[in-house]
């Protein structure tokens, strides 16, 4: 036998008796503050210990929308990731255009259905069939509250809406930013959000939002919403617009704003800042709004991949058993700042403001106030949303506009949206 033969010999050996190849996961998300980096880098690690490569395909931008926009271009193009971040009815959206794939297989073997929540399911499913899987639950109704601030001008914590939009001029009077704002239409409707919980409370604000009923849509109570959404937008400053949210959880954290609304992935920054939450910083249920729950589902879908190989298939099913785990839930959620989606998870190492998530989302469920953000597309279509984003966005905007033609405007956005 020659060298050369006896080389080729002991490669094609080494190919017969090596382990199946393991594959690459190429994951798209928007995760690129502290600390959601810090919660996904919890995810990379337990793919990677599967010998499972993670390729980052991270697009910059709160709310998801620039990240979408890539990702409509790599899976028209033939050339989806693995999994993308996608949530609430964008998934039904994506699956009605044939590109997802049905987890089925490895949810029947793990028993999704025993241990989802049941709201969860049809979100997660399209025609029956997982074709998402969820890794936790945000709550979107929450008023970060630097009291530091408030103790040092003297002025009292607000419990209702009408305290907070009077606590506004004396906070900026004292010097300091009021409202921590990111003007971006994503964080524009939650701010909308939370005052429209507040005003219409959760049946009207399901009747609005997720049933889209025009007559609570054009009522004097939406009406009012709009009012005290303009009392808050006067304290808007020119800056929020090239401020990201995290920069303004920063503002906080560095005594120069006083509050944020924001879904509670502040928690997770303040952690990665090493904050001890609910001291200094607090979070408090938006005024007007307690006992509501505004949920956030972050799911990730899984394509239809070109590739036929058995590997890439299997590295995908691995990522998506990862995401259910007790241990991923456990150590993704303490940095993340959100609940676990399973039960079984011991919440204790938590920080105070998501054990009190905890209490509320529990509650909320006895309560039937549990309710589905549509800043972030859990009420309603991604058009739907956009449109009555839209409206809140140019409102806040330009002051020219009355409440009445708000709501207006309002009613025949979401019409052209449905
Ligand atoms: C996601 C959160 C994320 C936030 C800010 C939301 O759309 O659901 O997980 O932390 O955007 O980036």
Redesign the pocket.
């Known amino acids: 036998m020659n060298n050369k033969f006896q080389h080729l010999l002991a490669l094609l050996c080494l190919l017969l008796t090596a382990p199946a190849m393991a594959s690459q996961v190429e994951v798209l998300h928007?995760?690129t503050?502290g600390g959601?980096l810090d919660a996904l880098s919890e995810l990379k690690e337990k793919v990677e210990e599967t010998d499972n490569t993670w390729l980052d395909f991270a697009i910059e931008g709160?709310?998801?929308n620039t990240a979408l926009t890539v990702l409509r271009s790599r899976a028209v193009s033939g050339n989806p990731p693995t999994a993308a971040l996608i949530?609430g009815h964008n998934i039904q959206e994506w699956a009605k255009l044939g590109f997802l794939t049905s987890l089925d297989d490895i949810a029947t073997r793990e028993k999704w259905d025993d241990k989802l929540p049941e709201f969860i399911k049809p979100i997660m499913k399209y025609q029956g069939h997982y074709v998402a899987v969820p890794v936790n639950i945000?709550r979107i109704n929450w008023l970060w509250l630097n009291e530091t601030i408030f103790n040092k001008a003297k002025i009292a914590v607000p419990t209702d809406l009408s305290e907070l939009i009077a606590v506004l001029p004396q906070l900026e009077a004292a010097g300091y930013l009021p409202i921590a704002h990111t003007s971006e239409p994503w964080a524009d409707a939650i701010l909308f959000e939370s005052i429209s919980l507040s005003v219409l409370g959760a049946e009207q604000y399901k009747q609005a939002f997720v049933d889209l009923n025009p007559q609570i849509l054009a009522s004097p109570a939406m009406i009012n919403a709009f009012a005290q959404l303009r009392a808050m937008s006067l304290y808007i400053d020119k800056n929020a617009k090239n401020r990201t949210?995290e920069q303004s959880t920063k503002l906080l954290i560095d005594d120069q704003a006083a509050i944020q609304i924001m879904?509670d992935?502040v928690a997770g920054k303040l952690l990665q800042e090493k904050q001890q939450l609910n001291t200094k910083i607090r979070c408090i249920e938006f005024p007007g709004s307690e006992g509501i729950f505004s949920y956030?589902v972050?799911s990730f879908a899984f394509f239809k991949l070109k590739s036929v190989s058995s590997e890439v298939k299997e590295a995908q099913k691995t990522l998506a058993s990862i995401i259910l785990t007790p241990e991923l839930q456990r150590e993704f959620n303490a940095k993340k700042g959100s609940l676990p989606i399973i039960n079984t998870v011991n919440s204790n190492n938590f920080n105070p403001c998501t054990q009190q998530a905890y209490t509320d989302y529990q509650q909320a469920m006895r309560d039937n106030t549990l309710v589905p953000t549509f800043a972030?597309a859990m009420a309603t279509t991604t058009y739907v949303q956009s449109a009555i984003a839209r409206v809140i966005s140019n409102f806040i905007y330009d002051k020219s506009i009355s409440n009445e033609a708000a709501v207006v405007q309002l009613t025949n956005a979401i019409k052209a949206a449905q």
Request: net charge negative; no cysteine.
């Open positions: 928007w995760w503050s959601e709160g709310g998801g949530k945000h949210w879904g992935w956030n972050d972030q």
